[in-house]
């Protein structure tokens, strides 16, 4: 730790300089430097993925990242996905299911989905759900959010069926 | 845009809930509920706030029905106590059900009034005229047309609400009963929506609390008067420091920005009094038995006597629930403003109401000074942490008179919420063997749940007293018609801290009920559905388990369970009934639920899924369907996640869980199938649906798990230990399985045995019958005899003035730079914090603490005054300018290797930094060590000055990394095991591992503890990036060594590389990919197993399991990391407790758990990790020392 100093991060397709220490946490830098509410506070840990933001396009858990660790490279957060008024795919599908209750988790479901679609996607339900066992909901929203999350990636929602 | 009309009532004390018995409610204000302006929209205002439950867009259709206005026109405002109505606290499901009545009504009664204004308006009986999104219309063929708008011009209507206005019949309803999106999705999908936590008001301060060391409870003599002080001064310099703020127990710590409160908060001394014994929690069914109660009969009825007299079935029977979390996904937060004499606190409170005459006695205002405005937070399901840093944004806003924000970490939110009470109910049933229901005696106990906000007791203001609440009593009675029965709520003041929680005291006590029934229908050898129906008198009740029972096809199954032992997975099913009553005692009635809940059992491991789950409930009138079934699948898998996995632990200090892996809940892959059935009951009047559905789901699990296994459970949570322990004892052992329930080990890759090592070897030998410090002691005397028969003493060499620089080539001074850093010379001689090269770091050694010389030029306090032949001599031979040795913590034994134009170049870059003036204490070695001439000794036995010399069988890229590693790169310096005498065994220990700074330095040679062997790339991939994808990051003292290399040519590392890996010679028995995907196997047995395997999968897991192409940075493989194979827990523990960041950015970074677990559960966790990730590797033994000891370490 040591006194702040100019970091340049590029946010949104934006350069932003921010003053603060290297070793403070991305999340902090984007909710409070740039009022970015997109990206939330969840455990600091990395644990719940309430904090996911895109880094180069994959997932990344703000909360445990140092700015110092992100150098040049592009930063995203909810905010950015939609492009002018457009929603991005994965919010829309995110709207259209109604998969939110209180809507704290959503920014890092969202996230997630939208990265995992710029890994090549996911191919079948059960990849869907494996690539979400680190993000937590504790409203138990998860029915929605697979339905969403299916609808994004293009794969059949398996029904519970009558 | 002055006309509007307004609806108010009266203002009335509310019901249920006050924030602590006798609470006066005073000077009620009117209550305003609807307001249309000239605009023609509509604002309802309701007391009650959005819980994440849609009742924002449910409100709005009700006021958009009676009103017959578009549903978009109308907004509403929630639980801002400035404006809404003061309708108590948003619990019991009762928003649609209480509060939305007068909403209603005002709605019904606008429309009348906007109706009469039209008939005057336009002469037309107000009989005749209709009204229609947003217009008030006259007869077919009359030009009469209005917007409710245009009606409302230039009027100022204030009505009083009309609680006897007429309002629709539910056959017309459109827009009531509709699928209706909810208003609030769009925004959250955006980031647009303003989360308390996303509050910002201009000038505003952040703080950080520091909470008492007695987490997790809210009375007791020692609450509130434990703090003896802080010290202030030691963080009053950190940047950002705004002050500390201290009253009684509380204090909070304010700065500029969030990141630094955080760090100071962290940095600031406590000192607390030491605590007395905590209530012992170990076992909390005990200690429920245990506390002082107070029965409460609240019903009794029939002649219990007679009905267990002669009964054919008379079971006793007690079930356990725990301690649960409400396990809020953000931690609390509230902002407060102080300003102009009023007091803005922007909250996420459940209550804002309530909350509001706790702040005014917090903060000595009156209630009208204070505005509770409330946003939208994590959901909650009762009570968290909202209300509590509500009081503490409060009191500091007013004590700083800033805007201070206050924010909770995550450690915080888990140990200080109040959470769900623990319950422990008893009970005995009697029936006759034709299947009448005799008798029931139920009695439940339950510790109380009113938490006193935490800023009242900390500070004082109210006294900690234990105060009991009666809210052990809902759903207390059964829904089935035993003939007589006496239901006894044993109320007892709290133990825990404990509040309301979701389906309050109602999911225990018909976790009770339902599975007595279950086991008297098996008793009587009749289906359990079939034997429900037969007993519940309530027709609504019985339509809905049938309709349930049939959309799950549910079979008859009457009798006991009949499972397959010979099988290792087991399924089963079971049913449940449940209605919540909520509300003061008898309550009031919500939904209707019933579920049928498949699940699978693992006997071998214990862990149980529930697969499905067919769910259905009778909600009365569904304001917004698509709403209840979306609170029915929060339900449904909230409460699963309860029953299978949910448990408070508690430890000697108290809540003993701080993140996701102390307290997990349900995953993504855990999720079961889903089926909901809605009874269409739209002529009925509306239920609460915000809880229903989690009541029956425990004993519908329970039921199922029985039927499954034969075996009845009564505890809660069924954890794969609690259910493999009671298989274990109930059943008769599982036949031997056809594979190995964990894989084993994978052939490990050799490891070389170590050549003799003579010198050593003698050492050692010396050393079974001495203790090494007392052995050392007499090697270092009897090195002080080498010293004086065989060295001259050295001689000083003349001191310079400051050196030409002007001699130096920038060529030399540019390559200087890179051996400096490929010597890692500022990595030892720079303080903590301070210059670079200054010196001053602090080395712990076995023979004392060596405190490294300042390396800038100054000529004072640095090497200013050393010429070039001064230099050399030190590197090379260890002696200082003044003749004096220097010890060989400094590595000249290798950098003697250095030639001559690197030496000179190195010198050129050295005499050309800054000057820094920084005299730098002496070095503190124990006697004889302190003796610096006997290190002439030490150089004859092991000192070879000789540069290097390329070895010709070798490559030149090979040599040339040998001349780097071997010489400035002093890899041996912690690679190599030292001699009790600090001397490298190099005879057959070359890079045969060693220690640096309390960290295990692995070995790099055939010795390697790497699960596979390291080759050429790894090592580069490892030197050039801090990562290697086969073994793992540079971290502890080897991160800064790397961070000094990548001043070096690509070239260099690669030669440094071909070196280093050539004396690993190994070959890979396993591959990277093969021990993954066995550690892999290994973790799904073992998931959710035990305290180790569950914080991993919390905690751990979402960095170090799997690989997922999609995430950001680094995700080292546990399954080939060498410190998990290691002798010594040493490298794993350190970084659990203090965490890692990549050395080369792009890497990502692991934080550090020092403040998340407790030295049990780290114990746990390492435990897990070594038996999981190297079960090969004997278990470390001395891990409670080890973890203490490395706690308290500084590095």
Same mark, same amino acid.
């Given at each position: 730790m040591g006194q702040p100093q100019t970091i340049k991060l590029m946010v949104n397709g934006q350069s932003h300089a921010i003053h603060a220490d290297g070793s403070t946490m991305l999340l902090y830098a984007l909710r409070n430097e740039l009022c970015l509410n997109g990206p939330k506070y969840g455990c600091g840990y990395g644990e719940c993925g309430a904090c996911t933001v895109l880094i180069d396009g994959r997932a990344a858990r703000a909360c445990c990242t140092p700015i110092s660790q992100v150098g040049e490279l592009e930063i995203t957060t909810l905010e950015g996905l939609a492009q002018a008024g457009v929603l991005d795919d994965v919010q829309h599908a995110f709207v259209e299911e109604q998969a939110a209750q209180c809507g704290y988790c959503l920014n890092g479901m969202i996230m997630t989905i939208r990265a995992v679609l710029n890994a090549g996607g996911a191919k079948s339900f059960e990849e869907v759900k494996q690539a979400l066992r680190f993000n937590l909901c504790r409203c138990g929203t998860h029915i929605e959010i697979m339905r969403a999350a299916c609808r994004a990636c293009g794969v059949a929602f398996e029904e519970a069926g009558p | 845009m002055t006309g509007f009309l307004e609806i108010v009532r009266s203002g009335l004390a509310p019901k249920g809930l006050s924030a602590r018995p006798g609470q006066k409610i005073e000077n009620l204000p009117d209550e305003l509920f609807l307001r249309i302006d000239e605009t023609g929209a509509a604002i309802g205002y309701c007391g009650h706030v959005d819980l994440g439950t849609g009742i924002r867009t449910a409100l709005a259709q009700i006021i958009a029905e009676e009103l017959d206005l578009p549903f978009a026109q109308v907004s509403m405002v929630l639980g801002d106590t400035d404006k809404v109505p003061n309708q108590g606290a948003t619990i019991a499901s009762e928003t649609i059900q209480v509060s939305a009545v007068p909403l209603r009504k005002a709605a019904a009664q606008a429309r009348l009034i906007l109706m009469r204004i039209a008939a005057a308006r336009s002469g037309v009986d107000a009989r005749e005229l209709r009204t229609e999104d947003g217009l008030v219309l006259g007869p077919e063929g009359s030009n009469v047309r209005f917007a409710y708008g245009d009606l409302l011009v230039d009027r100022m209507l204030r009505e009083r609400l009309d609680e006897a206005v007429l309002v629709k019949d539910p056959i017309s309803y459109k827009v009531v009963g509709a699928r209706v999106a909810r208003v609030d999705i769009p925004d959250k999908a955006t980031g647009q929506a303003i989360f308390v936590h996303d509050v910002r008001v201009p000038g505003m301060l952040h703080a950080r609390l520091v909470r008492p060391p007695y987490g997790g409870w809210d009375h007791g003599p020692f609450f509130g008067r434990s703090l003896l002080g802080v010290e202030r001064e030691a963080v009053a310099n950190m940047p950002g420091f705004v002050e500390v703020v201290v009253d009684g127990d509380f204090i909070a710590v304010v700065a500029e920005r969030e990141e630094e409160a955080q760090r100071i908060a962290e940095a600031l001394p406590v000192h607390w009094a030491a605590l007395p014994p905590m209530p012992d929690l170990s076992d909390v069914a005990e200690a429920l038995r245990r506390n002082p109660d107070t029965p409460r009969v609240v019903r009794d009825e029939g002649d219990m006597h007679a009905a267990f007299t002669g009964a054919a079935i008379d079971l006793r029977r007690s079930y356990f629930w725990p301690y649960q979390m @409400? &396990?809020?996904i953000g931690p609390s937060c509230a902002v407060a403003d102080w300003r102009d004499g009023k007091l803005t606190i922007w909250s996420g409170t459940q209550n804002p109401h309530m909350l509001r005459a706790d702040i005014a006695l917090l903060t000595s205002l009156p209630e009208a000074a204070i505005d509770i405005i409330r946003h939208e937070a994590a959901g909650c399901y009762g009570r968290n942490c909202a209300d509590d840093v509500s009081g503490d944004a409060a009191l500091l806003a007013v004590k700083l008179g800033r805007p201070v924000r206050v924010q909770l970490t995550r450690e915080q939110e888990h140990v200080w919420e109040p959470k769900g009470a623990a319950q422990l109910i008893d009970v005995r049933g009697a029936a006759d063997a034709n299947g009448t229901l005799r008798g029931y005696e139920f009695d439940t106990r339950y510790p109380s749940n009113v938490s006193p906000l935490l800023g009242l007791v900390l500070t004082g203001i109210v006294p900690a007293d234990p105060v009991a609440v009666p809210m052990g009593d809902r759903t207390s009675v059964p829904p089935y018609d035993y003939e007589a029965k006496k239901i006894t709520v044993h109320d007892m003041a709290p133990i825990a801290r404990a509040s309301w929680f979701r389906g309050v005291s109602a999911m225990p006590n018909s976790f009770a009920h339902d599975c007595f029934i279950d086991e008297l229908a098996v008793e009587a050898k009749e289906d359990p559905v079939a034997y429900r129906l037969k007993h519940l008198p309530d027709e609504r009740a019985r339509a809905l388990l049938s309709a349930v029972a049939k959309r799950a096809a549910w079979e008859p199954r009457p009798g006991p369970a009949k499972p397959d032992l010979q099988s290792r997975i087991l399924r089963g099913r079971g049913a449940a009934y449940a209605q919540y009553m909520h509300g003061a005692f008898p309550g009031t009635p919500a939904a209707w639920s019933a579920w049928v809940a498949d699940v699978e059992v693992d006997r071998a491991t214990g862990q149980v899924s529930v697969t499905r789950a067919v769910v259905g409930q009778d909600s009365g009138m569904m304001v917004n369907p698509a709403g209840v079934q979306h609170q029915i699948h929060g339900n449904v898998i909230q409460s699963t996640s309860r029953v299978l996995k949910e448990e408070v632990p508690f430890d000697a200090v108290g809540v003993a869980a701080r993140d996701w892996g102390g307290y997990p809940i349900l995953t993504f892959p855990e999720l079961p199938k889903i089926d909901v059935l809605m009874l269409p009951r739209q002529d009925q009047p509306p239920m609460g649906v915000g809880e229903s559905a989690s009541v029956p789901s425990a004993s519908a699990i329970a039921n199922a798990l029985y039927d499954a296994t034969g075996v009845r459970f009564y505890e809660l949570p069924f954890t794969p230990e609690r259910v493999k322990a009671r298989l274990d004892a109930m059943l008769s052992p599982l036949p031997a399985p056809e594979r190995p329930i964990a894989p084993p080990a994978l052939p490990r890759n050799e490891r070389a045995r170590p050549a003799s090592d003579g010198w050593g070897g003698r050492m050692r030998k010396l050393a079974k019958t001495s203790s090494l410090a007392a052995l050392a002691a007499a090697a270092g005397v009897a090195l002080a005899g080498v010293a004086v028969g065989m060295l001259p003493l050295r001689m000083s060499i003349a001191p310079i003035q400051q050196p030409d620089v002007a001699l130096f080539s920038s060529a030399a001074i540019a390559r200087g730079k890179v051996l400096a850093a490929l010597g890692d010379c500022a990595v030892c001689h720079t303080a903590p914090g301070g210059t670079p090269m200054a010196g001053g770091f602090r080395m712990e050694t076995p023979f004392g603490t060596i405190l490294t010389t300042n390396l800038t030029p100054d000529v004072q306090t640095g090497i200013g005054a050393w010429s070039y032949p001064a230099f050399a001599r030190a590197m090379r031979e260890g002696i200082g300018r003044d003749g004096r040795h220097l010890y060989p913590a400094f590595p000249y034994t290798s950098f003697a290797r250095t030639n001559e134009d690197d030496m000179e170049a190195l010198y050129a870059y050295l005499m050309t930094q800054p000057a820094v003036h920084n005299p730098v204490p002496p070095s503190e070695l124990k006697f004889p060590f302190n003796l610096r001439w006997t290190l002439a000794g030490w150089n004859t036995l092991f000192h070879n000055a000789a540069p290097f010399t390329p070895d010709p069988g070798k490559s030149e890229s090979w040599n040339r990394g040998a001349y780097l590693a071997e010489g400035l790169g002093h890899c041996s310096g912690c690679h190599t095991p030292r001699n009790v005498l600090g001397a490298e065994r190099l005879k057959g220990l070359y890079l045969g591992g060693g220690e640096a700074e309390g960290w295990n330095a692995p070995a790099l040679s055939s010795l390697s503890n790497s699960p596979i062997p390291w080759n050429t790339q790894d090592v580069y991939d490892y030197l050039r990036s801090g990562f290697s994808a086969r073994h793992g990051p540079a971290a502890g003292p080897m991160a800064p060594v790397v961070e000094e290399m990548q001043h070096l040519p690509d070239g260099d590392v690669r030669a440094i590389a071909e070196y280093i890996s050539s004396f690993d010679t190994r070959t890979e028995a396993a591959s990277a990919a093969e021990l993954d995907a066995a550690a892999a196997s290994r973790l799904a047995e073992t998931a959710g197993a035990s305290q180790g395997a569950r914080i991993f999968s919390g905690s +751990? &897991? &979402? +960095? @170090?399991?799997g690989d997922a192409a999609f995430m950001f940075g680094n995700r080292p493989s546990l399954a080939l990391n060498s410190n998990l194979f290691a002798a010594r827990p040493d490298n794993l523990i350190h970084i659990i407790l203090r965490g890692s960041s990549s050395v080369v950015s792009g890497g990502g970074a692991m934080p550090g758990f020092g403040s998340v677990f407790s030295d049990a559960q780290l114990a746990d966790l390492v435990t897990y990790l070594r038996s999981s990730f190297a079960p090969g590797e004997p278990a470390w033994t001395d891990l409670p020392e080890r973890i203490a000891a490395l706690r308290n370490a500084t590095h």
């Open positions: - | @409400h &396990a809020s +751990c &897991a &979402a +960095c @170090h399991e």
